[in-house]
């Protein structure tokens, strides 16, 4: 599911978008590349402090997209590359994926888990 580069370019800093939508309005909230955590191959864990509106979207809706970047990867065709990435989304609060990432990240209430259906290469 994920690339090479995509996981060269987890390993530069960078801004994460999440979009989320219900009502019609979409939401976007953002993170970080280095609190993004891959498990069982095309879940992803992120940390959540705030994250209220994301959670309802995603309540209501659990189709998510998130954008991924670093200016810092070569991409097809000048220094910079990104990445789309579509799924579905769940917050969770217990269980095995949340005591990994409460250890990790002490600030969090929830994990925001992503099953990623698609990870395409933007630029």
Known sequence: MFTEK????????GVV??????NNEAHVSNTWNSYLVIVEGNKILIPAAAMLKTEDNVNANPKVKLT?????????????????LEG?????????????????YSFLTRVLEVTVTSCKQTL
């Open 6 to 13: 995509f996981f060269e370019v987890l390993n530069h800093e």
């Open 17 to 22: 978008s999440i979009v989320t939508c219900s």
């Open 68 to 84: 991924i970047g670093s200016k810092e990867v070569m991409g097809n065709n000048y220094m910079g590359t990104g990445f789309l």
């Open 88 to 104: 579905t989304a769940k917050f969770l609060k217990d269980g095995d994926h949340f005591k990994m990432m409460r250890e990790k």
